[in-house]
């Protein structure tokens, strides 16, 4: 009954060391998660309804890779037509005028 006295008495806290005595730290590995909270994580709470659709990681990843893939194309064809109808612009500027053309003026 002693022991049950001392597990629910204040234990006091001396020298600003706020360990219990009860913890044991016996077979903790000092640094075993330095490399990868080194690097640094991206942690992202998916709402209640997204969630649904993803039953993992894996499968949230694969989305977003794919959407990026998606964007990547839209976005590269994009430029290109962007760059197509700028040199269509160029080429018509610097055209010479047919003789036709010419006699209008």
């Not at 204040?10 to 020298?15: A, I, Y």
């Not at 894996?58 to 040199?87: F, G, I, P």
Request: aromatic share 6%.
């Amino acid at each position: 009954m002693g022991s049950e006295r001392d597990m629910r008495s204040r234990v006091h806290v001396e020298d600003g060391d706020d360990m219990l005595p009860e913890y044991d730290f016996g077979g903790a590995v000092r640094g075993k998660y330095y490399e990868r909270y080194r690097k640094g994580t991206n942690v992202v709470l998916l709402d209640a309804d997204v969630a649904e659709v993803f039953p993992n990681a894996a499968s949230v990843n694969e989305a977003l890779r794919l959407l990026v893939s998606l964007a990547d194309a839209k976005a590269s064809r994009t430029q290109s037509t962007a760059r197509r109808a700028k040199s269509r612009r160029k080429s018509v500027r610097r055209s010479p005028q047919t003789p036709a053309a010419r006699g209008r003026e």
